[in-house]
């Protein structure tokens, strides 16, 4: 399915209203990770809305749906919006996340409606992305598998041993998208780990590789779409070019952001600069 240009306006539209739900999100449960959250809109947008992933809201186990593992579940809190307004659970969990009886919290538990399974420490989504694949396939399915990692992720061990796994058993069922927003924990992830250039790292273990901006709905969309519809006999490994803390000017530059939070009084002020 290719995007027309009204098409483009509707998710860039959609990215923009699932931005501000986040912050305000953040404003009232402080112990979300905001300027994580910011960065994969447009990746969770386009997934959703841009009808690449099949899915059931009604009922979110359906055998049918393809998988979404979100290894970064700290910084999916940009989800929460998007699972509420297609009905995956009530909207007005939304209004109290982090509080008691919210099934939502500031990392996504198990239970929450929509994601798949919740990875523990970073670094294993991809793993458990890789097993869910190659079962889907020992059953002649046809579901694709996505995985969601940051960055940050990409110097743990355990995601190069599922690298070298889903390339020696060519898994190309899989999609491996890097929220590549170039900040981890403590600071910018060239000053801790530098792992660019990342793509010619990952070829060589027999993957399908492309680059593209994270940001850009039309071209995020023609990527995603291309390699749900075809088949590279190869596991795909998309890099997603990102900012973190994407459309808040004092996040995206500090890199401390992963820890640093927006005061609930200046939330307003942050959504009215947003565009």
Not at 120 to 129: I, K, R
Not at 180 to 185: G, L, Q, V
Not at 193 to 210: A, H, S
Request: aromatic letters at 6%; one cysteine or more; proline letters at 5%.
């Amino acid at each position: 399915m290719k995007l027309n240009r009204q098409d483009k306006l509707t998710l860039k539209d959609k990215a923009l209203e699932v931005r501000r739900e986040t912050l305000r999100i953040h404003g009232t449960a402080q112990g979300t990770r905001i300027a994580s959250s910011l960065s994969p809109v447009e990746i969770f947008v386009v997934l959703y809305y841009g009808k690449i992933l099949a899915y059931d809201p009604a009922n979110p186990q359906w055998p049918g749906r393809d998988r979404l593992i979100v290894s970064k579940g700290h910084g999916s809190i940009c989800l929460y919006p998007i699972l509420g307004d297609l009905g995956f659970f009530d909207r007005r969990q939304l209004d109290i996340v982090c509080q008691k009886d919210a099934i939502l919290g500031a990392i996504p538990d198990p239970h929450v409606p929509g994601y798949e399974t919740i990875n523990g420490s970073l670094g294993h989504g991809l793993g458990v992305a890789c097993g869910m694949a190659i079962a889907l396939r020992a059953q002649r399915r046809p579901q694709k598998v996505f995985a969601i990692l940051g960055d940050g992720e990409m110097s743990e061990g355990s995601v190069w041993e599922a690298i070298m796994f889903a390339g020696h058993h060519r898994l190309d069922n899989l999609i491996f998208i890097v929220d590549n927003n170039k900040a981890c924990m403590l600071d910018f992830c060239k000053n801790v780990i530098d792992i660019e250039p990342i793509e010619k790292k990952i070829k060589p273990f027999g993957w399908t590789v492309k680059r593209v901006d994270g940001h850009d709905i039309g071209k995020l969309h023609a990527a995603l779409s291309a390699f749900k519809d075809q088949s590279t006999g190869k596991p795909i490994f998309l890099l997603a070019d990102t900012i973190k803390g994407k459309g808040v000017a004092e996040l995206e530059t500090d890199p401390m952001s992963h820890t640093r939070n927006i005061h609930p009084g200046d939330i307003e002020a942050v959504i009215g600069r947003l565009k």
